[in-house]
């Protein structure tokens, strides 16, 4: 078995259900983060300007009000959570878009 896999079996094995059914859609999600413009500040796996999104996704483990917490992060921009950096508002992506987003980050960033 390659690490790849082992990574992807351990993914699989800690991830919730909702969070195996947006695997699947790794491609959609990659499209909205594309087409919103956050991949010039993120990755998933490491820092750039932001955050890495699976770092993101271990601060708000466990934290109930994360979704609506970062939905108006990201929607309204802010900063002194990560550092000194802003993140600029976001008001181009849909209310939908940016929902799968960030329940697609609370549940790990998983890509596959
Ligand atoms: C110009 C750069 C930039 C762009 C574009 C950007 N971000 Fe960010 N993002 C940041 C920075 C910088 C932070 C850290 C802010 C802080 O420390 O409070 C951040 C933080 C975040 C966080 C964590 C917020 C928190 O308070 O913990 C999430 C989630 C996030 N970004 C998602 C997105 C999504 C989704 C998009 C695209 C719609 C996006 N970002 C676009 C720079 C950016």
């Given at each position: ?23 699947a ?14 991949l ?16 993101v996704?271990?601060?708000?483990k ?17 900063t002194g ?18 929902k ?13």
């Amino acid at each position: 078995m390659s690490t790849r896999s082992l990574i992807c079996a351990a993914l699989l094995f800690a991830s919730t259900a909702p969070a195996a059914a947006f695997a699947a859609d790794a491609a959609a999600i990659k499209d909205i983060l594309q087409k919103n413009n956050c991949l010039a500040c993120h990755a998933v796996a490491s820092p750039v300007v932001g955050p890495s999104y699976r770092d993101v996704a271990k601060k708000y483990k466990g934290d109930a009000g994360a979704p609506d917490k970062l939905f108006a992060k990201v929607r309204n921009g802010g900063t002194g959570v990560w550092g000194q950096v802003a993140m600029p508002p976001n008001p181009g992506i849909s209310d939908d878009d940016l929902k799968t987003v960030i329940t697609w980050i609370l549940a790990g960033a998983p890509d596959h």
